[in-house]
Every structure is written in C-alpha cells, then in structure tokens.
C-alpha cells in the first residue's frame, strides 16, 4: 500500500501536496484542540509545522525553495505559489455584503494608510535600532512589517539583498503568527465583534493570513471582511512601500 501511494505522489505532485498540506494542516488543530486547548489557533501551528518542513527540505536537499525542493513533494511549489493564493484572497470576497464595505466608507481608507504606515515606521525603526542605515535595507525591512509579500517585492524592486529580503519575510512571518494568535484574546476588548469592526481591523493590521486565521477564531462570518480591506493593504503597502515610503526614509538618512 506504501508503494502505491509512493508510486501515486510521484506521478501526481499536487495530489502529493494536497495530502501533504492536509496532514499538517490536521496535525496542527489536533495540537490546538488538544495540547492548548484551542488558546494557540491551529492556523498559526499550522505555520510553524510548514516553517519546520520548509527548512527540513531545504537543509535536506541543499535547495532553496523549502520541501518542494524534494521531487515527490514538488507539488508544493505550485500549490503555494501566486495562482492558487491570489485565488483564495479573491474567493473570500464572495461572502461579504456591500452594504456593510458602503458603511464603513472612509473609515476603512483612513485604518488602511494609518496600518500601512504604522508598520512601517515600526519596521524601519527596528532595523535602525539593529545598525541598518542603507535606505534600501531600512525600507525593504520595514515593507516586511506591512506584510511578508510586501517585503520581498520592495526588496526586489529596490536590489535589495537577499539577507535583508529573508529578513523581511521573517518579520511579516511573526506578524502574521502573532495576529493570528492575539487577535481571539483581544476581540471583545476592541469591539471586533461585526463586519464594519473586522473591516478597519484588517485594515489597520493587514496581514491577510493572520487576519483570516485569527477572525476565523473568533467568529467566522467576520472573515470576508477583514480579508478584503486586508488584501487592500497589501496592494497599498506594495504601491507605497518602493516609491513614498523609500524617498521619505532616503530623505531622513
């Protein structure tokens, strides 16, 4: 029986990939309900297991695209790539209601800049604080607090190095982890409790995987709408990050 589910994922890599992410995605909530007693979301255990698979794969094989590098789970690399994700972002706007979005009106503008900006003085001032004084690295690592697409795009549109870019996807990584996991603790203290709220909440941290995973631990009908003004930030940070923001930190240093 081995044999054949060998001999099955390595003729159909992304039936491998789909079972690969299935298990995990199974490990990480068994861990949740059962190890934390559903305090520490599945989602972000979810992540770290990927983290762990991704650096076994990578240090496994000498690579640099993480278990993918590996023929039998090459599948990865397309199942985690752009297509499929921008699919999922997209999918979940199918469940909003635009009444809510006319609602929220210019409110939701004002938390996306104010988000934006917020992390990426964070972010920068961090880098800062750790020695970085190139106006490239500043900003490439404080686009990796926006979001950790933000980062390495900045980076890449910047010529950042690949140190200061992998430095920026870390930083958007323990974002992400750390939303998901305070956002059901601190809900009833913030109000996150409606769609008009879960809009300028996605809007003000962003992070479209941390926002979706925590929301969806605290209530699940709020996750259309965090993830929407979420995937705007990401589309702002991703304009603002390479041209305002990096003239602005080239005009301070």
Do not use: C
């Amino acid at each position: 029986m081995i044999e054949s589910l060998v001999h099955l994922f390595d003729k159909y890599h992304l039936v491998a990939a789909f079972a690969v992410i299935g298990l995990a995605m199974y490990v990480a909530y068994w861990i949740s309900n059962n190890l934390t007693r559903g305090k520490l979301h599945g989602s972000a255990i979810a992540i770290i297991l990927g983290l762990v698979l991704a650096y076994v794969g990578g240090a496994t094989t000498g690579g640099s695209k993480g278990l993918s590098d590996v023929t039998l789970f090459s599948g990865l690399g397309l199942m985690g790539g752009g297509m499929l994700r921008d699919l999922a972002i997209i999918a979940t706007a199918y469940g909003v209601n635009l009444k809510e979005i006319r609602q929220t009106g210019f409110r939701g503008v004002i938390a996306l800049f104010v988000g934006v900006l917020i992390s990426f003085v964070a972010g920068g001032g961090v880098a800062i604080a750790f020695g970085y004084t190139d106006p490239v690295d500043i900003t490439t690592i404080g686009a990796g607090a926006v979001t950790y697409i933000v980062g390495p795009v900045t980076g890449a549109t910047l010529g950042a190095s690949s140190e200061v870019v992998a430095l920026s996807i870390a930083a958007g990584l323990v974002k992400s982890i750390l939303t998901m996991v305070a956002t059901p603790m601190t809900a009833r203290l913030i109000g996150l409790d409606n769609p008009r709220s879960a809009m300028i909440f996605g809007g003000l941290i962003g992070t479209t995987s941390g926002v979706a995973a925590g929301l969806a631990a605290t209530d699940a009908r709020l996750v259309p709408y965090g993830a929407m003004t979420a995937t705007f930030y990401t589309g702002l940070g991703i304009l603002l990050a390479p041209t305002v923001l990096f003239l602005a930190v080239r005009a301070v240093m």
